[in-house]
Nanobody, 114 residues
Framework: QVHFVESGGGLVQPGGSLTLDCAASGFTSGTKVMGWYRQAPGKQRLFVAYITSGGTTNYAESVDGRFTIAINNAKNTVHLQMTALKPEDTAVYYC????????WGQGTQVTVSS
């Protein structure tokens, strides 16, 4: 079974920084594309960023220039470095493959507030 375990979330001040981590396991072979998603209360889960095993990245307009996604192929981990955080970044953050696997992890909560 494929598993995703997100960590690193917490409470941060507006303008602050935070790095999220994701450990992926249960794959029979390497995954070409990994992504981050987020879901605010009462809202749909939205795409945040992705990265390929070759290092190609793409970001949602809402986070472009502030977030950086990184992957460690050997360790099967993916990371999201977040800077200049805004209150609207508050959400539960999830990692997954692209195309998505239906077995989502529990996510990690990021709260941006004074």
């Amino acid at each position: 079974q494929v598993h995703f375990v997100e960590s690193g979330g917490g409470l941060v001040q507006p303008g602050g920084s935070l790095t999220l981590d994701c450990a992926a396991s249960g794959f029979t072979s390497g995954t070409k594309v990994m992504g981050w998603y987020r879901q605010a209360p009462g809202k749909q889960r939205l795409f945040v960023a992705y990265i390929t095993s070759g290092g190609t990245t793409n970001y949602a307009e809402s986070v472009d220039g502030r977030f950086t996604i990184a992957i460690n192929n050997a360790k099967n981990t993916v990371h999201l470095q977040m800077t200049a955080l805004k209150p609207e970044d508050t959400a539960v953050y999830y990692c997954n493959t692209i195309p998505q696997n239906p077995n989502w992890g529990q996510g990690t909560q990021v709260t941006v507030s004074s």
